[in-house]
């Protein structure tokens, strides 16, 4: 099974498969990304003459990992660095003019980027106009023509640097590292960082192959054994123990905490917590995360029922969801637009409206690379941004409608000879009885889990349903306990956000069903456990008789 599971991701030499699974990727030279040795040249003029420099991160995790991470690394060298992080709500995504004119009033004459700037073109001018030496590192795709500064990022144009699919915080690494390589006696190690950049690298989905495996591979045994006490609190306050940090944990437990600060007030208190070294204070900023991260699901909860009954009417789902109203918050808008688009399987929009404009989020479904089609809508947007899956921008109120309009016609037309339905895919058929801890350890050779390298799922037929429930806030979850005909051992099965799908599911009832297998512990003891993707009545048979023998026994 395991060489059928490399062969479904590509891996198909016995070199590859021996590199693949012992987590190693090609680690690319940082001198090989074009424009790191101008951008070494004035932060290493800028070290020594004492100016200030301004590290202006993105407010997501992604972005606050990196500004972390370079802001401590530029202080180890004696820089006088300083982090910049806009507020989402009154400031929006990446550069703008309001915050460049107070840095430059504060003294600083160095502004250097992470995780966004690649199309601030009209910020990078006005940089320049106000005496400011911009350095650009992203990694988002940038426009026709590039902002007037120097520019880190693997994807521009004539980039010679082989791996073009870096975070935000992967491509500051690559600066730490070039920095490191420049002063070898400088204090600290890049590999110090690697708790950061694997946060920041899961939390923005980048894929987890190549290069982005290999540094969260590593940056996750830094994970478990945390020597920030800001991310010892995290853990303590979110109830997760250290050893079982992992992608997933990441990206539903850490990341929406670190989250939650940059999208109901300001990030910095993520930035914060990720760099004190008081334990007193980190504990008071986990609480604060935490009592945030639940206003956020609230929110979000709210905004998607307001935006699914503004933009979805009831006879029929557009080609494009689109929505907006001044009581979305800016910070909630794309985690709503994502449910819409996974709930639908169609690009949404959602649009927060404060004043004359609107801060807007995309998300989308592999049949529409959304931030292309924003490109076609450059003329109605103030700014805008993104990967093909998801994006953010800045349009006038008086284009909303125009917008709207472009969008859904360029939706229709990429879209409506297509059969839209989620696909999901299945690497194997399983009986339930293979499900062991012997498959669980093979299982874990391929992680770590996440984007580009999902987590295998397996379909199993005839499994019996012994126990049925709903958990969870209003019972959006559905726990299930699943056997095989005839009785014996028994599994633990969690459906997240399947809960309204509970009277399709009966004790004795025979499924079929979609799983990915996890590790758990339960009251101390590890245990199996199915994450259940999808499920439909067994073609095998509708009802089986339920054996009262080896039910409590969990393999």
Known sequence: MLQDLLYHRGIMSEEAAAQFL????????????????????????????QEPIAVYGDYDVDGVTATAMLVQALQA?????????????????????????????????VVITVDCGARSIMEAALA??????????????????????????????????????????????????ALKARYPHASFEPEDFLDLVALGT?????????????????????????????????????????????PWAISFILAPRLNAAGRLEHALAAYRLLTTRDPTEAVALAEELDRQNRERQILTQATEEAARAMAVPEDQVPWLIFAASEDFRPGVVGLAAGRLAESFYRPAVVISLMGEEGRGSARSIPEFHITRALDACADLLVRHGGHAAAAGFVVRRENLERLRE???????????ARELQPATIVEAMLPLREVTWR???????????????????????????????TVGNDGQHLRMVLTVPGGGPV???????????????????SLDVVFEVRAERWNGEPRLTLLVEDFAPSSESAMVPLPWSGLEHRE
Request: proline share 8%.
């Open 491 to 509: 599994w633990d099965a969690i459906a997240f956000r399947q809960g309204n799908r509970a009277a399709e599911v009966r004790p004795g009832m």
């Open 439 to 469: 498959l669980h350890e093979w299982l874990t050779w391929l992680e770590p889990y996440g984007y580009g390298n999902p987590a295998p799922r397996f379909l199993s037929r005839g499994v019996v349903v012994r126990s049925v429930r």
């Open 202 to 246: 899961v939390a923005d989905i980048v894929p987890l192959l190549g290069e982005n495996r290999a540094l969260v591979t590593r940056g996750l045994e830094r994970l478990r054994a945390p020597a920030r006490v800001g991310l010892q609190a995290l853990y303590q306050v979110a109830g997760l123990e250290a050893s079982q940090v992992d």
């Open 22 to 49: 012992a987590r190693e990727g090609p680690a690319g030279d940082p001198f090989r990304l074009k424009g790191m040795e101008p951008a070494l040249e004035r932060l290493e003029r800028a070290i020594v003459r």
């Open 77 to 109: 060298l004696g820089a006088r660095a300083r982090p910049y992080i806009p507020h989402r709500e009154t400031e929006g995504y990446g550069l703008n003019g309001e915050a460049l004119r107070s840095l430059v009033e504060e003294g600083i004459q």
């Open 406 to 416: 472009r969008l859904q016609e360029l939706a229709a037309q990429a879209l409506s």
């Open 128 to 177: 320049r106009a106000l005496g400011l030496d911009l350095i650009v590192t992203d990694h988002h795709l940038p426009g026709d023509v590039l902002p007037e500064a120097i520019h880190i990022n693997p994807k521009q144009p004539d980039c010679p640097y082989p791996f073009k699919e870096l975070a935000g915080v992967g491509v500051a690494y690559k600066l730490v590292q």
